[in-house]
């Protein structure tokens, strides 16, 4: 079945224009079902035999890789793999029993098999523990049983991606945003928290961890939980149905094309950043395929021009108030070129620390269950989805 998984990767024109599930007919006339993700440049393939939810298959591919990318301390690529291959067989083992999803729990996981490390390769023997885990017989089964830390802290970030379609006029016409909320946690212990929200009406769609009570934030709008030990995703949620996301920028552009040449004016500075930065900021320009050469200038960062892609990058670094950030220049095409239906569509890449653009506010985070006063630390960020520029 990988055989036909490659040859319509092949004939594809780019990995991303293959659906995520499509079917193939085998020797024997029976239809296949290829369900496939991408992460870290490697291809997760799951093969279903028969009618099967498909998202719970691509969800187990997800989850595949975050315990691949916990046990490799961050770094999955096809070197580790082939590296570790022993243990990325037996998780597969205890992931899956009889074709179906069983343990992906990584706390679990790594109560069954050990992580790699150099003591271990330099010890040698088994990686396998010869006890069930303790956590495994548990009502909670996602925490390791017996946590101490001399020093219980749980740091909490709040990542959101907006998305946002901009018209000529530098009007945002749609905006959204779908935020994550990351736990990294070192508490001793069964702690039992409670996350609460100044604003959780914001919130439109949540998805949560296992380990949140949901009958209780469907009642009370507050996130009730006994944590994992490590790093995990609490909650994912998306906004923009019942608030208005934010953009943290404002431009003005006007693109024009004549016989033979075209011109390109662009400006952009922050806005509504609650004194936060916004950096690492990119705008990408589709030319025409008549393009053959640009003579730009910027006020700020550097503009490089793609003459077989026909793409200009312009890498625009940070934005301040300070400091005026324009794009202006010409653009040489062929004599002959037909540019009436032309209408290239800008994109604009950046990340804004210590932002929230769709308001959503942390009230408090309290602990029950254990004595201790734990440190508590919170970050936000937030960053490009997908955000257009219309011409």
């Given at each position: 079945?990988?055989?036909d998984?490659?040859?319509?990767?092949?004939?594809?024109?780019?990995?991303?224009?293959?659906k995520?599930?499509f079917?193939?007919?085998?020797?024997?006339?029976?239809?296949?079902?290829?369900?496939?993700?991408?992460?870290?440049?490697?291809m997760?393939?799951?093969?279903?035999?028969?009618?099967?939810?498909?998202?719970?298959?691509?969800?187990?591919?997800?989850?595949?890789?975050?315990?691949?990318?916990?046990?490799?301390?961050?770094?999955?690529?096809?070197?580790?793999?082939?590296?570790?291959?022993?243990?990325?067989?037996?998780?597969?083992?205890?992931?899956v029993?009889?074709?179906?999803?069983?343990?992906?729990e990584?706390?679990?996981?790594?109560?069954?098999?050990?992580?790699?490390?150099?003591l271990?390769?330099?010890?040698?023997?088994?990686?396998?523990?010869?006890?069930i885990?303790e956590g495994?017989?548990?009502n909670?089964?996602?925490?390791?049983?017996?946590?101490r830390?001399?020093?219980?802290?749980?740091?909490?970030d709040?990542?959101?991606?907006?998305?946002?379609?901009?018209?000529?006029?530098?009007i945002?016409?749609?905006?959204?945003?779908?935020?994550?909320?990351?736990?990294?946690?070192?508490?001793?212990?069964?702690?039992?928290?409670?996350?609460?929200?100044?604003?959780?009406?914001?919130?439109?769609?949540?998805?949560?961890?296992?380990?949140?009570r949901?009958?209780?934030?469907?009642?009370?709008?507050l996130?009730?939980?006994?944590?994992?030990?490590?790093?995990?995703?609490?909650?994912?949620?998306?906004?923009?149905?019942?608030s208005?996301?934010?953009?943290?920028?404002?431009?003005?552009?006007?693109?024009?094309?004549?016989?033979?040449?075209?011109?390109?004016?662009?400006?952009?500075?922050?806005?509504?950043?609650?004194?936060?930065?916004?950096?690492?900021?990119?705008?990408?320009?589709?030319?025409?395929?008549?393009?053959?050469?640009?003579?730009?200038?910027?006020t700020?960062?550097?503009?490089?021009?793609?003459?077989?892609?026909?793409l200009?990058?312009?890498?625009?670094?940070?934005?301040?108030?300070?400091?005026?950030?324009?794009?202006?220049?010409?653009?040489?095409?062929?004599a002959?070129?037909?540019?009436?239906d032309?209408?290239?569509?800008?994109?604009?890449?950046?990340?804004?620390?210590?932002?929230?653009v769709?308001?959503?506010?942390?009230?408090?985070?309290?602990?029950?269950?254990?004595?201790?006063?734990?440190?508590?630390?919170?970050?936000?960020?937030?960053?490009?989805?997908?955000?257009?520029?219309r011409?």
């Open positions: 079945m990988c055989d998984f490659w040859d319509a990767m092949a004939v594809a024109p780019s990995p991303d224009s293959i995520p599930v079917t193939v007919d085998t020797a024997g006339g029976a239809e296949v079902h290829l369900v496939h993700l991408c992460r870290h440049g490697l997760y393939l799951a093969i279903l035999r028969r009618e099967f939810p498909p998202l719970l298959a691509l969800e187990f591919l997800s989850r595949l890789d975050s315990v691949l990318s916990d046990f490799f301390s961050g770094i999955v690529s096809e070197e580790k793999i082939k590296e570790y291959f022993i243990i990325v067989y037996q998780l597969m083992d205890e992931m029993d009889f074709g179906f999803p069983n343990t992906t990584p706390n679990v996981l790594k109560e069954m098999i050990t992580p790699p490390s150099a271990n390769t330099l010890i040698g023997g088994s990686m396998l523990a010869v006890t885990p495994a017989l548990s909670i089964p996602w925490r390791k049983a017996g946590v830390y001399t020093n219980n802290e749980i740091f909490i709040l990542a959101e991606r907006v998305n946002a379609i901009i018209d000529k006029a530098g945002p016409i749609y905006t959204d945003c779908f935020g994550e909320v990351i736990c990294n946690c070192h508490l001793s212990g069964v702690p039992d928290l409670t996350l609460t929200f100044m604003n959780p009406q914001l919130i439109d769609d949540a998805s949560f961890h296992p380990c949140v949901y009958s209780r934030y469907t009642r009370e709008k996130v009730s939980f006994v944590p994992p030990d490590g790093r995990f995703t609490l909650m994912k949620y998306r906004c923009g149905q019942n208005i996301v934010q953009v943290p920028f404002s431009i003005t552009h006007e693109i024009k094309f004549n016989k033979g040449s075209g011109r390109v004016d662009i400006c952009l500075e922050p806005r509504n950043t609650q004194g936060a930065s916004i950096e690492d900021v990119w705008v990408s320009i589709p030319m025409p395929e008549c393009v053959n050469n640009t003579n730009i200038t910027v700020q960062g550097q503009f490089i021009f793609d003459p077989i892609k026909k200009g990058r312009w890498e625009v670094g940070k934005l301040t108030r300070e400091r005026e950030c324009s794009l202006t220049g010409s653009m040489t095409m062929m002959d070129s037909d540019t009436t032309v209408h290239p569509v800008l994109t604009v890449d950046f990340k804004a620390p210590m932002l929230c769709s308001g959503l506010k942390v009230d408090s985070l309290s602990l029950t269950g254990e004595r201790y006063k734990p440190y508590k630390g919170m970050r936000t960020m937030s960053y490009s989805g997908t955000v257009e520029i011409s």
